[in-house]
Antibody, heavy 118, light 107 residues
Framework: EVQLVETGGGLIQPGGSLRLSCAAS????????MSWVRQAPGKGLDWISA???????YYADSVKGRFTISRDNSKNTLYLQMNSLRADDTAVYYC????????????WGQGTLVTVSS | DIQMTQSPSTLSASVGDRVTITCRAS??????LAWYQQKPGKAPKLLIY???SLESGVPSRFSGSVSGREYILTISSLQPDDFATYYC?????????FGQGTKVEIK
């Protein structure tokens, strides 16, 4: 069974850094298309980053240069390194996996809340 | 960036109603469109991919269609479990943009 479990969220001051983890089971992270999507409180879904099995990654303009997506094959875990955090980065962050042979997001974690506030 | 304009933002309907939600893409996205359902406090759930393909395990009352750059999600007979917020997403180009969402409420 495919499972995704995000951790690492919490309260952080503006300008700070945080690393989110997405531990996967039931499949190999490095062989799949993975993505991060966030949702600010009471707002809609906001795509922020993706990484292909080959390693190519993409970012939304709002996080480019501040956030980095990566993975650890030995831990079968996806990461999102978030630097220079701002109040408008406050959101629930979800990791998600593409479906079999597709880039549509078929599997999602439960999300982890990041609150950026002084 | 490709803009996905979703309408309506809120929809009030009764159990048994036929419901349609529309997403219009600002540029051509072929069939690279998905529909998701999200309930409060939960992660989104994929319903439809490739504009009209039903994800495994999703009830057949959900269907997707496309006409030009207009994409439609139809719920043929609304059930109590379907009251939720629905989002479209294009995966034709980066950034992968979502529509603003449609909240389906009980009438």
């Amino acid at each position: 069974e495919v499972q995704l479990v995000e951790t690492g969220g919490g309260l952080i001051q503006p300008g700070g850094s945080l690393r989110l983890s997405c531990a996967a089971s039931g499949f190999t992270v490095s062989s799949n298309y993975m993505s991060w999507v966030r949702q600010a409180p009471g707002k809609g879904l906001d795509w922020i980053s993706a990484i292909y099995s080959g390693g190519t990654s993409y970012y939304a303009d709002s996080v480019k240069g501040r956030f980095t997506i990566s993975r650890d094959n030995s831990k079968n875990t996806l990461y999102l390194q978030m630097n220079s955090l701002r109040a408008d980065d406050t959101a629930v962050y979800y990791c998600a996996r593409g479906g079999f042979g597709t880039y549509f997001l078929s599997y999602w974690g439960q999300g982890t809340l990041v609150t950026v506030s002084s | 960036d490709i803009q996905m304009t979703q309408s309506p933002s809120t929809l009030s309907a009764s159990v048994g109603d036929r419901v349609t939600i529309t997403c219009r893409a600002s540029q051509s996205i072929s069939r690279w469109l998905a529909w998701y359902q999200q309930k409060p406090g939960k992660a989104p759930k994929l319903l439809i991919y490739d504009a009209s393909s039903l994800e495994s395990g999703v009830p057949s009352r959900f269907s997707g269609s496309v006409s030009g750059r207009e994409y439609i999600l139809t719920i043929s007979s609304l059930q109590p479990d379907d009251f939720a917020t629905y989002y479209c997403q294009q995966i034709n180009t980066y950034p992968r943009t979502f529509g603003q969402g449609t909240k389906v409420e009980i009438k």
